[in-house]
Nanobody, 131 residues
């Protein structure tokens, strides 16, 4: 059984930083792309960032580009989301998710931004940015 456990959320002032972590277990972590999504109250879940299985390719939503950085440690089976210059509109529950396809070759943002291409999700961690 695959488990994804997020941590690192919290309350921060606008302009501040947080680093989210997602620890994975249950299958060969290094074979799967990992994504971050977020969901604000009353809104649909939206794509934030994704990193391919090897860590060589990343994609970001336009709203976070230049402020957020996704990375992974395939020894620690952990994916990270470094969030800088946070804004109140970044307030949401953040979820990590694991790609359903091992060593996906057709790794493009148009595909990886779709939640149904992920088969395991964490429980979410709350990020609140005050103005």
């Amino acid at each position: 059984q695959v488990q994804l456990v997020e941590s690192g959320g919290g309350l921060v002032q606008a302009g501040g930083s947080l680093r989210l972590s997602c620890a994975a277990s249950g299958r060969t972590f290094s074979n799967y792309a990992m994504g971050w999504f977020r969901q604000a109250p009353g809104k649909e879940r939206e794509f934030v960032a994704v990193i391919n299985w090897s860590g060589s390719t990343t994609y970001y939503a336009d709203s976070v580009k230049g402020r957020f950085t996704i990375s992974r440690d395939n020894v620690k089976n952990t994916v990270y989301l470094q969030m800088n210059n946070l804004k109140p509109e970044d307030t949401a529950v953040y979820y990590c998710a694991a790609d359903r396809t091992a060593r996906r070759r057709f790794f493009v943002v148009q595909v990886m931004a779709i939640p149904s291409n992920y088969d395991y999700w964490g429980q979410g961690t709350q990020v609140t940015v005050s103005s």
